[in-house]
């Protein structure tokens, strides 16, 4: 099983940034995907999600508005368009998939995710 992150970077404040999560060693269509992050010194945080079919989103009240997840089954991939930075969206950004059994929500607990990427950088500052 393998989630491959890629397209952080260093960018200002304001600009833009499309993160993408390469699967590949499961049934991808099969698993919920999220987007989280984590800061130094904070805790992993969820970023957005999106259900296995891609017909519901999710995002956290802090990107709502300027980030978009999008998937796409057939290319086995996930992206996380990132508009509107700011420099406290600097973090590690994982991507993860998670197989639900139950409920119709994506899943906003880290520990409940099954595989996960190496993580990418994102830095937003002038």
């Known amino acids: 099983v393998q989630l491959v992150e890629s397209g952080g970077g260093l960018v200002q404040p304001g600009g833009s940034l499309r993160l993408s999560c390469a699967a590949s060693?499961?049934?991808?269509?099969?698993?919920?995907m999220g987007w989280f992050r984590q800061a130094p010194g904070k805790e992993r945080e969820f970023v957005a999600g999106i259900t296995r079919s891609g017909s519901n989103l999710y995002y956290a009240d802090s990107v709502k508005g300027r980030f978009t997840i999008s998937r796409d089954n057939a290319k086995v991939t996930v992206w996380l368009q990132m508009n509107s930075l700011k420099p406290e969206d600097t973090a590690v950004y994982y991507c993860?998939?998670?197989?639900?059994?139950?409920?119709?929500?994506?899943?906003?607990?880290?520990?409940?995710?099954?595989?996960w990427g190496q993580g990418t950088q994102v830095t937003v500052s002038s």
């Open positions: 060693g499961f049934t991808f269509s099969a698993y919920d």
């Open positions: 993860a998939a998670h197989r639900r059994y139950y409920g119709n929500y994506v899943s906003k607990t880290a520990n409940e995710y099954d595989y």
